[in-house]
């Protein structure tokens, strides 16, 4: 029997409902041996978000994620993020506009 190494303890952590948060390329590594095995958690309601696997779409505000969509424009709506925080870097990235 082969060593087990942390994909194998990946696996099966959460094969007994055991999640911690994965980074992009470790759901990949995952994946690539067990396709599907990994989902992706919420972190703040912890429901899947429906978003693993599918490499680079998880939903992630600065450093904190991935969230669910919910979670998501719920947090989004309370501090009021400049949409520009959430898209690539606009030409003039100054700073916020100030509204008059
Ligand atoms: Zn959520």
Known sequence: MRKMDWIDEEKERRQH??????LQSEHAEVNARYPGC???YCCE???ATGRAGRCDDSLFIDDDGPYCKE???ARVE???LPLDS????PDN???REEKP
């Open 17 to 22: 409902g055991v999640n911690r948060p994965l």
């Open 38 to 40: 990994t989902l992706e």
């Open 45 to 47: 309601c912890g429901k």
């Open 71 to 73: 979670c998501f424009d």
């Open 78 to 80: 309370s501090e009021e």
């Open 86 to 89: 959430l898209s690539p870097m």
């Open 93 to 95: 990235a100054s700073g």
